[in-house]
């Protein structure tokens, strides 16, 4: 009798990967996050970083949020991290990698603001639904793709992959272009505009920064692998930063007397404008 029992690469579906060019120049990076909604940066952290921020994250403890700071001993679950800046120094340097800000700044405004930075590390899990972190504004398909036409990037998010990616641990996927859909992808949509969902099989140490528009998921983890990755969310300045608890959060004096000015101002310390 022919048995029926799968072996573990035939339970991974298999995606395209995504090819992964790092551009040279600062134009150039700024055309690929205009036409395919992210770009990429290879080898941004030594190997000795990225063990630094693995075993940092290990080492602080989650304050209480149910359901979502552990990793159970079955090996499921999510430890995550808020508001990572304030809890080691290690941190502050993520918040302006050399080439990773200058694509920020240039997208989002020379005064863009961290909104928030989460340490990721994920067990065992399901594949995502595809989804947009947040689309700000929705339009028919004909008149978003149109070339007259043109929404900014107003959030962005700059992934830290901690651990070398391949398709059973999860690598986070992106239907490239698609944040010039007019619509939210429904949950299993993995195409747009002849475009297909993409896997970003990339090395520890790289980064994307992709606009909070593109259709994008992280997969599942198949693994016993803790996944680790550092996610830090960028947004203009108009757009609030919001850092839990939302009306008694506190910088910790410590770590802020550390920051450098740049630093600081992505923190919030902003020049006065309308509004304040
Ligand atoms: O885990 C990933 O790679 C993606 C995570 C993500 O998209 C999200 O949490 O919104
Ligand atoms: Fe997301």
């Not at 920020?104 to 930075?117: P, R, S, T, W």
């Not at 619509?183 to 475009?195: G, H």
């Not at 960028?234 to 770590?255: G, H, K, M, T, V």
Request: hydrophobic share 35%.
């Amino acid at each position: 009798m022919q048995s029926t029992q799968q072996t573990p690469t035939a339970e991974v579906p298999s995606k395209p990967a995504a090819e992964l060019i790092d551009y040279e120049t600062r134009e150039e990076r700024a055309q690929a996050l205009e036409r395919d909604g992210f770009a990429f940066f290879r080898a941004v952290l030594s190997p000795e970083q990225v063990q630094e921020l693995r075993e940092c994250s290990d080492r602080i403890k989650t304050v209480a949020t149910p359901r979502w700071d552990f990793i159970d001993p079955d090996g499921s679950g999510i430890k995550t991290i808020q508001n990572a800046f304030n809890r080691d120094p290690l941190y502050l340097d993520f918040l302006d990698k050399p080439g990773v800000i200058e694509l920020v700044e240039d997208a989002l405004g020379e005064d863009c603001h961290l909104i928030q930075m989460t340490q990721w590390n994920t067990g065992k899990r399901e594949e995502q639904k595809m989804h947009t972190d947040w689309k700000p504004i929705l339009l028919p398909d004909d008149v978003a793709i149109d070339p007259r036409v043109k929404i900014p990037a107003l959030i962005m998010t700059a992934h830290f992959y901690l651990d070398d990616m391949y398709e059973a641990l999860g690598p986070t996927r992106v239907v490239p272009g698609s944040h010039r859909a007019g619509i939210r992808p429904e949950r299993d949509q993995d195409k747009w505009n002849n475009a297909e969902e993409q896997s970003i099989l990339c090395k520890a140490g790289d980064v994307i920064v992709f606009r909070s528009d593109v259709w994008h998921r992280g997969g599942a983890n198949r693994t016993d692998q803790v996944r680790y990755l550092l996610q830090v969310h960028y947004a203009n300045r108009w757009i609030a930063q919001r850092f839990p608890p939302f009306l008694s959060f506190q910088f910790d004096p410590e770590i802020l007397s550390k920051a450098t000015p740049r630093q600081r101002r992505l923190l919030g310390e902003h020049r006065p404008g309308p509004f304040a």
